[in-house]
């Protein structure tokens, strides 16, 4: 186990000064982990705290969160304990019970990381659940990223400081140490994913291959240096973000799929998504951005929308409902939950070019309102012509994820400004007017 030490030193997992929160689910694994590291606080300087998170799946699992108080009481650690309703989770946002528990598990720890109660989080995975994680990504059509396994840390906050030690050496620190612990028997249940791997597959693997955890373990290891070396070669300059939104050139997907599918993953990981992308899902990118037409869209797991918009491909979430405007307003400032919009008036031998749009409020019906587009509307074109809103959108190129955000100035179906586009025809200023409308658009700051 003293290997750990070398580990946490290599991968800078640690700083001196820091508290360490230890997942503790009371098993063999976070057990040995959270004697270890508190053993081991003077000299890496650091505090030991316990996390413990009740999912609320099985009837032992008060009896484990007494059982782990009451051994981080016996070695002077302080303790947290959670509980989370997983089965209310899944259901609410059509999960698996498995995945549902993840997330409400990880819920718990950024909310402990943004409240500074942790400096960083501490987990029990060794080198048989790196196994065992790498098989289940190919298994499910994961790429090189994938195949690597998982990394000593991850997003600054997660370290895994047991990837180096082996199931058998942390059987031997337990006994050593006279460590207690408890059997999670829900382990052997087998509908779990991961315990199919580890008690089926991984269990007839060793024993044809009684090394095949080391080697394992060492492939991904050799993967992980190459896909550094491939992912050093990347231009990510060439990602866009814009107000949580990622743009990608479908440039991109005429090249090597090594380059346009570790962007992908960059572009995905911007917009907060690192996991559960597999190879299905980078065919079903690619297909979109060389294939499809402009205005296509495929759906990702955890919402997010990917879209083709002409010659790019944008990445996001789509947790954002069509917004409602705050007032409906004919000319005054007013805001939406994305745009803040300024209307002012100004003397029309004042206007600039590119400071905004100007139209003249005579010319608006009094029963105009401003809300979003809605069938049937429609626009005269500054110079002339009318043509339906949603073609004139598209003459215009305004990406399809957008037109339903943009405030319009109507009246019956009837559209006389487009915030941040154009005016109509109809509202145009004359050289005869002395003042008009100023209107002004920003997107709000998140």
């Not at 929160?21 to 650091?46: A, P, T």
């Not at 690619?286 to 495929?298: I, P, Q, S, T, Y």
């Not at 003249?360 to 002339?384: C, I, N, S």
Request: include cysteine.
């Amino acid at each position: 186990m003293n290997k750990i030490l070398d580990f946490i030193k290599e991968n800078k997992l640690i700083s001196a000064g820091q508290v360490i929160g230890v997942g503790v689910s009371g098993g063999i694994d976070s057990m040995c982990l959270l004697h270890f590291l508190n053993e081991n606080r003077e000299k890496l300087d650091i505090d030991v705290v316990a996390i413990h998170i009740n999912h609320g799946i099985r009837e032992e699992s008060d009896d484990e969160a007494r059982f782990v108080v009451e051994k981080c009481k016996e070695w002077g650690i302080r303790v947290y304990k959670f509980t989370i309703d997983s089965p209310k989770l899944a259901k609410d946002r059509k999960l698996s019970l498995e995945t549902a528990a993840r997330e409400g598990r990880y819920g718990v720890f950024e909310s402990l990381i943004k409240r500074d109660v942790v400096d960083k989080i501490a987990l029990a995975h060794h080198q048989s659940d790196q196994a065992e994680t790498i098989l289940m990504h190919i298994f499910r059509g994961c790429g090189v990223s994938g195949a690597k396994g998982m990394d000593p840390v991850r997003d600054g906050i997660y370290i895994r400081p047991m990837l180096p030690v082996t199931k058998e050496e942390i059987e031997d620190y337990a006994a050593l140490n006279n460590i207690d612990y408890v059997v999670d028997e829900s382990n052997l249940d087998t509908s779990y994913a991961r315990n199919y791997v580890r008690n089926v597959v991984m269990k007839d693997i060793l024993q044809r291959w009684p090394n095949a955890v080391e080697a394992i373990n060492n492939f991904a290891n050799a993967v992980s240096e190459d896909n550094a070396f491939i992912k050093s070669k990347l231009d990510t300059n060439a990602l866009v973000v814009d107000d949580k939104v990622v743009s990608m050139p479908c440039s991109y997907f005429y090249g090597s799929s090594s380059i346009y599918s570790r962007m992908i993953f960059k572009a995905l990981g911007l917009i907060g998504v690192t996991k559960d992308i597999e190879r299905k899902h980078i065919e079903m990118i690619r297909e979109l951005a060389v294939d499809l037409e402009n205005g296509k869209k495929v759906n990702l797991p955890y919402d997010v929308v990917v879209s083709k918009e002409y010659n790019f491909l944008t990445f996001r979430n789509n947790y954002i409902e069509k917004p409602t405007l705050d007032r409906e307003l004919k000319c005054e400032d007013f805001e939406s939950a994305v745009w803040n919009i300024s209307i002012k008036r100004v003397k029309t031998d004042k206007i600039k070019k590119g400071e905004g749009l100007f139209f003249d409020y005579r010319k608006v019906p009094k029963t105009a309102r401003w809300r979003y587009r809605e069938e049937g509307d429609v626009f005269e074109k500054f110079g002339g012509g009318t043509k339906k809103l949603k073609s004139y959108m598209i003459d215009r190129k305004i990406p399809v994820r957008l037109r339903d955000m943009i405030p319009v100035l109507a009246d019956g179906n009837e559209v006389y400004v487009i915030a941040g586009i154009e005016v109509s025809e109809k509202v145009r200023v004359g050289s005869d007017v002395p003042t008009c409308f100023k209107l002004v658009v920003s997107k709000k700051q998140n």
